[in-house]
């Protein structure tokens, strides 16, 4: 009896894949959970597993394909029979199939454990290929199995480190450079450079953003003085006792999160076509972490509302360092309802960033500089003061709400920063 593999739902907002490999050709023996095929969605990249045990009969959908979700992608055969109009995978394209020719003195240490019997040909071809010592990874997969992901996550660290060595060179080297050879270094053509896939993913997110939604800007500017003194008097001892700093996102996350509550039409997600709104029960903060120039991902924060000021803060941070480690799955990075983009880590005046779909809105957090501001004193006078201030910039869809709504959303979010009592969720 045959059985169809289809393209599985890889998470709530995903419609569609990308086949990036397949894992299994056709006469393999596969059992149940065996990774069959590597597939790209707009959100991750990931093994799937298969849910049958059979013999490979077909692969019915070619690599580098787009395939909507529900489409059959594979058939299993319990009975060992082998259709012969399925699709072959080209061994000349993918070579996972050609014995690997080593050298006696280049033999790669093979490692022997549960989780190597289940490693995929593509992940397996990777680890060889960059003499990777599979005992020192931390599977991410199913039941602790080394992804690909894993792999490459670890040789970019490993590389890093050697790149950081390889710099090392002395300022006598760098002055014997001649003008000769400066002047071929600035002569040299412009060169084409491949797209990551990363980046075109990025930049089909961002056209298909615009392209939706009407976007407006609008910002207010936030008095974070009596943050900034909070901060200052439990800088010491909240690093000691976290790990980590204590910035001014977890402050302004939790703001919005609050004002969120006042305002759940800013929670919500547009379906023009239908008629309707979406508003969510559940508030799951997005957070965009900046992967060293190298892309942007969106981690999410789910149910943030239940989570108090230390909480948020140690999400945040642990959700940037999973993130930047490659080894997040697909739940880590979908399901936001609303997006927080912290520029102003980078320096950032005024920013208006791009609303993250299915959201109808995202809050750019700009630099908190110090400013000289009017401020009234208790007795009624006016009185130059240095204050920390900030921009809070928020983009916001106008098929969904108007102008109004968007300023009092805004001015919700100043006033919690400016007159909470932080103190009291620190301690």
Do not use: C
């Amino acid at each position: 009896m045959s059985q169809i593999v289809k393209m599985p739902q890889l998470g709530e907002t995903v419609t569609e894949g990308t086949i990036l490999s397949w894992l299994v050709k056709v006469g393999d023996s596969v059992q149940e959970d065996d990774p069959i095929v590597e597939i790209s969605t707009d959100k991750v990249d990931t093994e799937v597993p298969s849910p049958f045990s059979g013999i490979v009969s077909a692969l019915l959908v070619e690599k580098g394909a787009t395939v909507e979700v529900g489409t059959p992608l594979l058939e299993l055969d319990g009975n060992g029979e082998v259709e012969k109009n399925s699709i072959e995978i080209p061994e000349k394209e993918d070579n996972e199939d050609r014995p690997i020719e080593t050298k006696k003195d280049d033999v790669k240490p093979e490692i022997k454990s549960s989780r190597d019997k289940k490693l995929s040909p593509v992940v397996r071809k990777l680890a060889e290929k960059n003499n990777v010592d599979l005992s020192l990874i931390e599977g991410t997969g199913e039941g602790g199995r080394i992804t690909r992901k894993n792999i490459e996550a670890y040789i970019h660290s490993s590389e890093s480190t050697e790149e950081v060595q390889d710099v090392a060179v002395s300022n006598e080297d760098e002055s014997s450079l001649t003008d000769d050879n400066q002047l071929l270094e600035s002569s040299q053509p412009p060169r084409d450079q491949k797209i990551p896939r990363l980046r075109k993913i990025i930049a089909e997110n961002m056209i298909l953003s615009k392209k939706t939604s009407a976007h407006v800007m609008t910002s207010v500017e936030v008095d974070f003085e009596s943050i900034e003194q909070l901060r200052i008097e439990n800088r010491e001892s909240f690093k000691s006792t976290e790990g980590f700093s204590l910035t001014y996102l977890p402050f302004i996350s939790r703001a919005t999160v609050e004002s969120l509550m006042e305002f759940p039409v800013v929670n919500s997600s547009f379906d023009l076509e239908r008629g309707k709104f979406k508003l969510h029960e559940d508030i799951n903060l997005g957070v965009a972490v900046d992967l060293n120039q190298e892309g942007l991902l969106v981690g999410t924060i789910k149910n943030t509302d239940s989570y108090n000021l230390v909480g948020v803060a140690r999400k945040i941070s642990d959700l940037s360092l999973l993130l930047r480690s490659g080894k997040y799955d697909l739940n880590d990075v979908t399901g936001s309802t609303f997006t927080i983009s912290n520029n102003g880590s980078f320096n950032s005046y005024l920013t208006s960033p791009i609303i993250n779909q299915p959201n109808v809105a995202i809050l750019s957090a700009e630099s908190i500089k110090k400013r000289a501001v009017v401020i009234e004193t208790p007795d009624g006078a006016d009185s130059i003061s240095i204050r920390h201030m900030g921009l809070l910039s928020l983009t916001w869809d106008h098929r969904v709400f108007d102008g109004s709504t968007a300023l009092l959303f805004l001015n919700a979010i100043k006033d919690k920063l400016e007159k909470s009592n932080w103190k009291k969720e620190l301690h």
